[in-house]
């Protein structure tokens, strides 16, 4: 997302459940709970995996307005002291603090910069990975 206030890599996750971790930790773990089970499984760091986008962003076009962001939906319980790992009104909030560091002509700028770098012939294997794990996990 590009705005005045910086380049957000916006992490967003459907997870349901209880989801603990911090965003140094390279795994957080997702605890369920119905009214028979309790369980939970290991998920590879929504944030380590947001800095790994911003490290691909970086080779390909170093900037220094880059923010990593997770927004989880209502459906996951997540721990509170995260700034950078929220629901949308904390993102919303976090956003609202944030003082502008570029204008529509530095955005316009980054924007043609990224845009040109990326490969299109990368989004088809993109897609195919995001409905296979979306039947994996389901």
């Not at 992490?11 to 939970?40: C, L, M, P």
């Not at 560091?101 to 990224?114: G, L, P, R, S, T």
């Amino acid at each position: 997302m590009f705005s005045p206030k910086g380049i957000f890599a916006l992490e967003i996750k459907d997870w349901q459940g209880f989801i603990y971790g911090h965003k140094d930790d390279e795994y957080w773990t997702v605890g369920y709970k119905n009214e028979q089970n309790r369980s939970a499984k290991q998920v590879y760091s929504p944030y380590k995996q947001n800095e790994r986008h911003i490290e691909d962003l970086n080779n390909v076009y170093p900037s220094p307005y880059y923010i990593n962001h997770v927004i989880f939906s209502e459906r996951g319980n997540i721990g509170e002291g995260m700034e950078d790992v929220t629901k949308l009104e904390g993102f919303y909030a976090r956003y609202k603090q944030l003082e502008n560091c570029m204008d529509v002509v530095d955005i316009n700028e980054h924007y043609q910069a990224i845009r040109s770098k990326l490969n299109p012939d990368k989004l088809p294997d993109h897609i195919e990975r995001i409905k296979f794990n979306q039947a994996k996990y389901r």
